[in-house]
């Protein structure tokens, strides 16, 4: 198992470094890096939404060259998260649906200096399937479009995966709306993907992770991992949960995890998601105490 953690920056959302309002740049970015491996990692992710908000393609394409002796001169791997907040292969429309491939084809090319290990890719996303349910169809139109939703995201998935030398390269991540697995395990099936789960999605889904462990063992090839916190509102006796928190507090057994993954022998990437610095750190320290990692 190898132990890695996103690049801690404020989300997807923002272009800013976490806790500042300076903008994200080169040698900020590589800062970041430097620190998750002083953390003990020898593994980490790069999440593209922020850093195309921040940087230019010329930009980004110098970083990606540093990334990639970076990892040369200190024996580290990455991994490349795909953009998912303006990027979606599902959608109805071809236009845009193109649109968003071409993108991420050419987001792909940019980043192949650094030999990423796993290009994660949100594959199946919720919002034309939740449209799909709330229609006032019978059963049967209903099932017609989620079949031709299905084979929306195939040709999306296929088109990208052919751009790449090796379909195994494309790990498509779980998200919370399908409870059996069953179109993305037979998208990665048909295409021959790998499957990055998020046993974290599982668990706010109110489902046993270990059901999504057991149907997606073959193809598991990238984790992400993150705990949940429970958090007041300030009204009467409502709370809400907070996801991609720190390993060693939450309502997630990460140690109970962890062990299953050994006894199974898992050897792929367990890659820590997390907002800020202190939650890496909070990460590191569980991890080291338990001897997962130095």
Known sequence: MKFGINVFQSGARYGYLEGTEKPIGIASYLSSI???????????????DPLMKALNREERCILFAKLAEFNKNHDMTSSIHMPFWWIDISVPDSAMRNTSVEQIISLTKDTQVMDPTHYVVHALQPVTPGRIAKVRLGQDLKAMFMQE???????????????????KKIAIENLQQESDYTQLWKLAEELDLSINYDYGHQFLAEQNVYNGFDKMWPRISSIHAHNIYIEKTGHKEACVLKDHKGLANGIINTKEILDYLKNRHYEGLFVVEVMTTEDARNSSDFLKKHGFIL
């Open 34 to 48: 430097e620190s998750i491996r002083k953390l003990g990692f020898t593994h980490y992710e790069v999440l593209l």
């Open 149 to 167: 939703y299905y084979e929306t995201v195939k040709e999306s998935l296929h088109a990208i995966a052919t751009n790449v030398e090796d379909s």
